[in-house]
């Protein structure tokens, strides 16, 4: 789903291959940090990996909302930019 996301809402190819590798790299990254995220000390419950997993979680939802919210805002200037424009710099 956030593949799709991230190449939807990339509009040039030079913001697409920016987008796609930041991607990449917090899904490489994401698998480094898990493997430390559940340690032998923390558990049998793993309370701390569990916390630290529920921020993260909670993070997300927060940074998702204001991605949206950018989406949104930034969709609504383009609009009034093209809105602005004659049939004549549309055709440019």
Same mark, same amino acid.
């Given at each position: 789903?956030?593949? !799709?996301?991230?190449? #939807? ?16 790299? @917090?899904?490489?990254? #994401?698998? $480094?940090?898990?493997?430390? $995220?559940?340690?032998?000390?923390? !558990?049998?419950?793993?309370?701390? !990996? ?11 939802? @927060? ?12 969709? #609504? @200037? ?15």
């Amino acid at each position: 789903m956030q593949v !799709g996301w991230n190449s #939807r809402n990339s509009n040039s190819v030079r913001s697409r291959t920016v987008s796609a590798a930041a991607y990449d790299n @917090f899904v490489q990254a #994401r698998g $480094v940090i898990s493997s430390d $995220v559940y340690q032998k000390k923390d !558990g049998p419950n793993y309370k701390h !990996g569990n916390r630290s997993l529920l921020s993260i979680a909670v993070a997300r939802i @927060f940074l998702y909302l204001a991605t949206k919210l950018y989406i949104i805002l930034r969709t #609504r @200037f383009r609009s009034r930019q093209w809105d602005a424009m004659t049939e004549s710099e549309w055709l440019k």
